[in-house]
């Protein structure tokens, strides 16, 4: 899995289980981790939440929302175009 | 319907709907060729590893820049740290940066001779260790570019162990972009890089884009994420337009992270830097402030500025890095130069273009 291997400029998401001061639990893939929320504290971070982690630092919230909306947009393409729903 | 993170990331790997938008990028070129660059060592991986390039049309081309922080660490630094870590020092570092070539010896041959080199997973692991031996002199030797470097901002902004200090070679991208376009590069847009950009935000590219009237799209890394912006690179050079496009909407706002990047601002400032295999690259790097000196392992052990320096003989990576060549065509490709026995820092390295073309070289 990309995580495993060690890439600098690679991000993961993963998902806050439990907060404790600035220190996260964070779920990634089934595996628990440690994730500093320093970086973010000022994006309000709560449990189940999705944040990006690299090198250990949750970089950035992660909003599900604007992935829904893109997903929305493209899956009214392929209706419009052949007819029918593709399946997710 | 409701969905979890990683459901949605896997609408984003759905097949029909990538290959829907190969479709829109095929009727968007018809007679407007495009030649695209992305400069982030995860873009590669995820457009090799997905086989994208495969389902592109004649004419449209995606090329890697540099993207891949280990790679244009000059050699010169790579020897003075191991040089520092046989006896003056325990220097940690990322996993990636032990087997590099320096241009006389590697981190990973400073092991061998006895020398203490710690492979970590992030600042905090270093920060840990030094803190167990205060006895012991540690140097982190801190690389990458706008994602990594607020780490080593923030730690060095609250205050290092003292036996800890850091070896800045952070870089910046922009910069790094600007110089390729002055050069002359020939490139119709830009993938920007998705993480970097959770930091600078989708804005710092507006100059870029305006300056050299190109497309500058910041886009995510599942297949569906870097095909939609292709298409909406080969779609703005259709319509004559040159502007920034975020793509990336669930990680990446206009402004980006600020708190990280005052956290940079704080402790780092802006000076040329060596790119290795590249030259010198105006504003492109990063070092410690003065009032950081303490912290500072280049001045604590009289470390000097990286010279000019190149790839290791016959090594191609300088062209790899500026988009002029695949990996393909160097001659050593998979012949002298394999993942098992590296000639240049990219087949080192798991996000050098090389490495990534050499492992998924069955995909084309
Ligand atoms: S294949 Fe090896 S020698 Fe050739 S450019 Fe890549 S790293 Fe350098």
Redesign the interface.
């Known amino acids: 899995m990309l995580f495993k291997v060690f890439l600098l400029c690679l991000a993961v998401p993963g998902r806050v289980v439990e907060i404790e001061g600035e220190v996260a639990q964070v779920e990634i893939g089934g595996i628990r981790k440690e994730a500093s929320l320093a970086l973010v504290a000022k994006m309000g971070i709560k449990v189940g939440d999705y944040v990006l982690i690299h090198t250990g630092y949750a970089i950035t919230k992660v909003d599900e929302k604007e992935a829904e909306a893109i997903l929305a947009t493209w899956r009214m393409v392929m209706e419009a175009e052949d007819g029918g729903a593709p399946q997710f | 319907m409701s ?4 459901g ?5 790997r ?1 097949r ?2 990538v290959g ?2 190969a479709k829109e990028i095929a009727a968007a070129a018809k007679g407007n060729p495009c030649r695209i660059m992305h400069v ?3 873009h590669e ?1 995820a457009i090799t590893h997905a086989g994208l390039r495969g389902m592109l049309p004649e004419g449209v081309e995606v090329v890697a820049g540099p ?4 790679c244009v660490t000059p050699g010169g630094e790579i020897d003075a740290l191991a040089e520092l870590a046989c006896g003056r020092a325990a220097v940690t570092t ?3 940066v032990v087997r590099v070539p320096g241009r006389r010896t590697s981190l990973a041959r400073a092991m061998a001779d006895g020398g203490d080199v710690r492979v970590v ?5 270093a920060i840990r260790m030094a803190g167990r031996e205060p006895g012991k002199e540690f140097v982190h030797f801190s ?3 706008e ?2 470097a ?2 080593a901002a ?1 730690e060095v902004g609250r205050g290092l162990p003292a036996n800890l200090s850091v070896f800045s070679t952070h870089k910046l991208i922009p910069p790094a972009m600007e110089f390729l376009l002055r050069a002359g590069i020939e490139v119709d847009g830009f993938i920007c ?1 998705g ?2 950009s ?2 600078i935000g989708a804005d710092a590219y507006r100059g870029l884009a305006e300056r050299y009237r190109k497309p500058m799209v910041v886009a995510g890394f599942e297949p ?1 994420d870097v095909m ?1 912006g292709i298409l909406e690179i080969v779609r703005q050079k259709r319509a004559g337009e040159a502007a920034v496009s975020n ?1 990336y ?4 706002s206009g402004r980006g ?4 990047v005052e ?1 940079m601002e704080k402790v780092f400032e802006i000076a040329d830097t060596e790119w290795r295999g590249i030259g010198r690259i105006p504003g492109s790097g990063l070092r410690l402030r003065g009032e950081y000196a303490a912290s500072d392992a280049a001045v604590r052990f009289g470390m000097g500025e990286a010279a000019a320096d190149s790839m290791p003989a016959g090594c191609g990576c300088g062209d790899v890095l500026l988009g002029r060549i695949r990996p393909e065509g160097c001659a050593l490709f998979g012949k002298a130069c394999r993942p098992e026995s590296p000639i240049g820092p990219c087949m080192v ?3 050098g273009t090389c490495s990534i073309a050499y492992k998924y070289r069955e995909k084309f």
């Open positions: 969905r979890g993170g990683q949605i990331l896997a609408s984003f759905d029909a709907l829907k938008v982030c060592g995860t991986w993207g891949c922080p280990v990322f996993g990636d997973y992030g600042m905090s692991d690389i990458g570019f994602t990594t607020p780490m923030l890089p993480h970097v959770t930091i569906l939609l793509m909407g669930r990680a990446v992270n600020e708190a990280a956290a390295s798991l996000e």
